[in-house]
């Protein structure tokens, strides 16, 4: 009986805890301001050391300008493409050290892994990230002091064309396509993610790119889609 209370404490502690935090989420990004009309890209999970290279070269062969959310540990693994990143004006942001959803770290953990990667991306990039996106979109109540720690904001998304299941580019294409916005952020995969994802998101890239810029959209990183608009643009 107490074992059973005990039991039913716990898991009300951690509902409070991973779930519940799900309502503090509030702080989070989701989108930018509606006022100018611009889009980030966002890559997750890198960096690959195959995939990424051909995700930067599809964007500078474009000359357009993203935000790479890498998961530490990989990160230290494929410096050059950290570096280039850099050099090419994209955004690197963090995903974490280790990828492991924050729904299994305790506090001790979570700030590990925030602190971990921030450190090392700082290092990797000679500059510090300013955004952090939780892995799997899971957060807990631990990692809103940990990111303050560290002067990370917490970063979703407004458009995930592929969600946990494959979806085809074209098909892809058409979702951020029709659905963009003003502010938007898109979610995507140059590494892991649903099977094959980097391989689709090459094939879907230019044709994406392409359309947001046929419809006015100007792309840009997650730092200035957040910063306030000139005062012109928003009048
Ligand atoms: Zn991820």
Same mark, same amino acid.
């Given at each position: 009986?107490?074992?059973?209370?005990?039991?039913?404490?716990?898991?009300?502690?951690?509902?409070?805890?991973?779930?519940?935090?799900?309502?503090?989420?509030?702080?989070?990004?989701?989108?930018?301001?509606?006022?100018?009309?611009?889009?980030?890209?966002?890559?997750?999970?890198?960096?690959?050391? !195959?995939?990424?290279?051909?995700? /930067?070269?599809? =964007? %500078? @062969? &474009?000359?357009? *300008?993203?935000?790479?959310?890498?998961v530490g540990e990989r990160?230290v693994q494929?410096?050059?493409?950290?570096?280039?990143?850099?050099?090419?004006?994209?955004?690197?942001?963090?995903?974490?050290w280790s990828?492991?959803?924050?729904?299994?770290?305790?506090?001790?953990?979570?700030?590990?892994?925030? !602190?971990?990667?921030?450190?090392? /991306?700082?290092? =990797? %990039? @000679? &500059?510090?990230? *300013?955004?952090?996106?939780?892995?799997?979109?899971?957060?807990?109540?631990?990692?809103?002091?940990?990111?303050?720690?560290?002067?990370?904001?917490?970063?979703?998304?407004?458009?995930?064309?592929?969600?946990?299941?494959?979806?085809?580019?074209?098909?892809?294409?058409?979702?951020?396509?029709?659905?963009?916005?003003?502010?938007?952020?898109?979610?995507?995969?140059?590494?892991?993610?649903?099977?094959?994802?980097?391989?689709?998101?090459?094939?879907?890239?230019?044709?994406?790119?392409?359309?947001?810029?046929?419809?006015?959209?100007?792309?840009?990183?997650?730092?200035?889609?957040?910063?306030?608009?000139?005062?012109?643009?928003?009048?």
């Amino acid at each position: 009986m107490i074992l059973t209370r005990l039991g039913v404490a716990a898991a009300v502690g951690w509902a409070a805890y991973a779930w519940g935090a799900h309502l503090l989420a509030l702080g989070c990004v989701w989108r930018g301001s509606h006022a100018t009309r611009r889009v980030a890209l966002t890559f997750d999970d890198g960096p690959d050391r !195959d995939w990424t290279p051909r995700v /930067l070269d599809l =964007l %500078a @062969g &474009r000359g357009a *300008r993203a935000s790479f959310f890498l998961v530490g540990e990989r990160a230290v693994q494929v410096p050059d493409a950290v570096r280039r990143m850099v050099g090419d004006g994209h955004e690197v942001a963090s995903h974490g050290w280790s990828h492991r959803s924050l729904w299994l770290c305790g506090p001790r953990r979570t700030a590990e892994e925030i !602190d971990r990667a921030h450190a090392t /991306l700082a290092e =990797l %990039a @000679g &500059r510090e990230p *300013r955004h952090f996106r939780p892995p799997w979109g899971m957060v807990n109540a631990a990692m809103f002091g940990a990111l303050r720690r560290r002067g990370e904001r917490c970063v979703f998304w407004s458009l995930q064309p592929e969600g946990l299941r494959p979806v085809a580019a074209e098909d892809q294409v058409r979702h951020v396509l029709r659905r963009a916005h003003s502010g938007a952020i898109v979610d995507l995969h140059d590494a892991e993610g649903p099977w094959r994802a980097p391989e689709r998101l090459v094939q879907a890239l230019p044709a994406m790119i392409d359309g947001l810029r046929a419809a006015g959209y100007e792309l840009t990183t997650v730092t200035e889609l957040l910063e306030k608009p000139p005062a012109s643009a928003s009048a």
